[in-house]
């Protein structure tokens, strides 16, 4: 495995945190976030990243939801990797999500460690960072900070919310808590609760931190030693959920690293044990330890239907925000069935709802990568959205 | 919107009955399509007559089509999931030139008048005269212009004749409010004709079904 010089990849990770390069909306202390765990946070700081130009009437705007390890760097090369942003197959000029037509904002969520306050932001009351003092988040806590910062924006209402897997729970939430601020709605590969499954691996991912002797109850930040060990283990197990048996089996096989037979050791011998590490190392040196357990805590903790009195139907009742909910065939960890319970849901509630359910062999990272069936489903359903909310179509009449 | 000046509905002579179909939707309803294809009705009901339409759509071309037209279609299977939807979600249900394809009909038939107070069915009459003819002179499963897939790979696999779905609909309890024959230039045949007459020379036939009670 490659080292990380982990006081080097925790400064940069940290200064993130307090300094994002990125724009930052920071509210003052008479302006909490009031969290779902009976905290009110403050002050509280919003890292986020804008594209494209608000309309004079601000009706062109799209809210981007990140996933667990996303970012707001979702069509800009990324200040830790150098690497593109993370959806720029879906977001940017001429693409889906239109640069050129839609005013795009993505903000870090809250628990995040990229600049919105979070476990590794410096807490001003101690001066230290919060650690395992900041409250426990919610998804509900993330989608209240992102209406904060649309509010601040001056945007009524967004022409739509659009993210996968933990960014689709952010949509199915502002479209239960908002109904009228979200004309149209994009949930991906996502589920309206987390499964006990996938309760399950988010465990394991955590157990996998606390049990690195650097995590040091949280408070890796007072040894300058961080929990790289624990955290790219967790990463390990993680990414072996977001793709399915095929894309691994087609992708690595059986195929040995740099060697033509196995070395009876326990060295990366095979291809697919190399690519788990580099995913492990690359990911130790973007993210913090303990955002990760607060955001996968946060993921184990959504179940939207829970506070509708155990009726997802009726967190959807009445609203008038149109639906477009996409799933994958090989997406094991958010499968269709879950996708389809968000639909019966929607129907019950009488809304007006789009579903398909794509054919791809790369399981649950597919709404990530290059599928073209998911662009020509968005980029449709977008354009039907926009004629019926009156914005300029992409011939440029309305 | 460059889509719309093309001709919108250039419907070919075999899908005539759609323009039928939509002849027996009341403007301004609620409207599911079950089997939209790619969302020539539901656009025809929407624009012409101000409906509020659904649809479900097996294909996943099917479904992309449509939601690319901005229509509201959900990936979904007419045989398995219509029992997803609460009663009375809509006032009119439609299933057009797919009830012979589906592997419970007479299921697919209640689920339809549980969910809309109406129904509107169309199928291909296996009672016509040139189907009759062939299976009768030439002994072979019959292949027309209007159905022209072999019996080992046609989806069709519950043909009946106006006369059988008659018979049906009296199973489940529903009642005829109107019924129209095309015949093979899909024109409709005269409504006074006797039904024995639609039963041979009727090519296809639309009902519009309500609910008993």
Not at chain 1, 121 to 149: C, E, F, H, K, W
Not at chain 1, 376 to 391: D, H, I, V, Y
Not at chain 2, 22 to 45: E, K, Q, S, W
């Amino acid at each position: 495995m490659t080292e990380i010089d982990p006081l080097r990849a925790g400064h940069a990770a940290w200064c993130e945190a307090d300094a994002p390069h990125s724009l930052v909306l920071r509210l003052p202390a008479d302006q909490p976030l009031l969290m779902d765990a009976g905290v009110a946070l403050a002050p509280l700081n919003i890292a986020y990243q804008t594209y494209g130009v608000l309309n004079a009437d601000k009706s062109n705007a799209i809210l981007v939801c990140h996933a667990l390890t996303g970012d707001q760097h979702v069509a800009n090369v990324h200040p830790l990797t150098g690497k593109p942003g993370w959806w720029e197959t879906m977001v940017g000029p001429g693409k889906p999500v239109d640069t050129d037509r839609y005013f795009i904002i993505c903000s870090n969520v809250v628990g995040g460690c990229l600049g919105t306050t979070g476990p590794a932001s410096t807490n001003p009351a101690t001066g230290q960072p919060y650690g395992l003092t900041m409250p426990m988040v919610t998804i509900r806590d993330m989608v209240r900070a992102q209406a904060m910062l649309v509010d601040h924006l001056g945007i009524d209402q967004l022409f739509c919310a659009i993210g996968g897997s933990m960014g689709g729970m952010q949509v199915l939430q502002w479209a239960a808590t908002y109904p009228e601020r979200v004309f149209s709605a994009i949930p991906i590969a996502t589920a309206a609760r987390h499964s006990s499954q996938n309760i399950a691996f988010h465990e394991v991912g955590r157990q996998a931190v606390m049990a690195d002797p650097e995590w040091a109850a949280g408070r890796y930040f007072e040894t300058g030693r961080l929990p790289t060990k624990g955290l790219a283990v967790a990463r390990m197990a993680a990414h072996i959920t977001y793709l399915s048996d095929e894309a691994l089996h087609r992708k690595f096989g059986r195929k040995f690293q740099n060697k033509t037979a196995p070395t009876f050791s326990f060295d990366a011998d095979f291809q697919i044990e190399s690519y788990l590490r580099h995913q492990g190392s690359t990911f130790v040196e973007r993210f913090d330890a303990n955002s990760y357990l607060y955001l996968t805590r946060a993921m184990d903790y959504f179940d939207l239907a829970a506070d509708y009195e155990g009726s997802l139907a009726r967190a959807f009742q009445h609203t008038k925000t149109r639906f477009c909910v996409a799933s994958f065939t090989s997406d094991w960890l958010f499968p269709t069935a879950a996708s389809r319970s968000i639909v019966h849901a929607l129907n019950a509630g009488g809304a007006s709802v789009s579903f398909v359910e794509i054919e791809t062999d790369k399981g649950h990272d597919a709404f990530l990568l290059d599928v073209p069936e998911l662009f020509a489903t968005t980029s449709g359903f977008l354009e039907g959205a926009a004629r019926a909310r009156g914005l300029k179509t992409a011939k440029g009449t309305s | 919107m460059t889509e719309r000046s093309a001709p919108l509905f250039a419907l070919d002579t075999a899908r005539v009955d759609l323009l039928v179909v939509a002849g027996m939707v009341a403007p301004n309803t609620r409207v599911l399509d079950i089997g939209c294809g790619d969302g020539t009705l539901l656009r025809l009901l929407a624009e012409e007559r101000g409906v509020d339409a659904r649809g479900i759509e097996l294909s996943q071309r099917g479904v992309n089509d449509c939601v690319a037209k901005g229509l509201s279609v959900i990936q979904g299977d007419a045989d398995t999931d219509l029992i997803d939807y609460p009663d009375d979600s809509f006032d009119y249900v439609i299933l057009s030139q797919t009830l012979q394809a589906t592997r419970n009909p007479r299921r697919v038939l209640e689920q339809m008048l549980r969910i809309g107070r109406r129904a509107i069915v169309s199928f291909p009459n296996f009672g016509y005269w040139r189907i009759r003819g062939q299976l009768m002179f030439r002994g072979r499963m019959p292949i027309t212009e209007n159905l022209p897939i072999p019996w080992y790979e046609t989806p069709n696999i519950h043909f009946c004749t106006i006369r059988d779905f008659r018979a049906l609909v009296d199973e489940v309890d529903a009642q005829i409010e109107r019924a129209v024959a095309l015949d093979n230039s899909g024109a409709p045949m005269r409504v006074n004709a006797p039904w024995w007459v639609w039963n041979l020379f009727g090519e296809q036939a639309v009902f519009l079904l309500e609910r008993q009670s």
